[in-house]
């Protein structure tokens, strides 16, 4: 049975840190794409960042210098460090993996004073 479990999430205000992450279960974690998203309620899910099997990242223009994505193979784990969250960062974070795709349940996020 495939299982992403993402976890980390919570209540920060501005300009904190939070770590996300996301243990997969049931699938060849080392050979898959890895990837976050993020989802605010009546809007579309949108890419945040990847990290392929080499370990290669993209980000959104949106995140860039602020949040790092990394795996641990070993662990099945995937991360996503997110540093200096602004209230614009308040979705909810989802992680995903290819091929084929799968997605986690989600994790809250919220950036508030």
């Known amino acids: 049975q495939v299982q992403l479990v993402e976890s980390g999430g919570g209540l920060v205000q501005p300009g904190g840190s939070l770590r996300l992450s996301c243990a997969a279960s049931?699938?060849?974690?080392?050979?898959?794409?890895m990837a976050w998203y993020r989802q605010a309620p009546g809007k579309q899910r949108e890419f945040v960042t990847s990290i392929n099997r080499s370990s290669t990242t993209k980000y959104a223009d949106s995140v860039k210098g602020r949040f790092t994505i990394s795996r641990d193979n070993a662990k099945n784990t995937l991360y996503l460090q997110m540093n200096s969250l602004k209230p614009e960062d308040t979705d909810v974070y989802y992680c995903?993996?290819?091929?084929?795709?799968?997605w986690g349940q989600g994790t809250q996020v919220t950036v508030s004073s």
């Open positions: 049931g699938i060849s974690f080392s050979s898959n794409v």
């Open positions: 995903f993996a290819f091929p084929p795709p799968r």
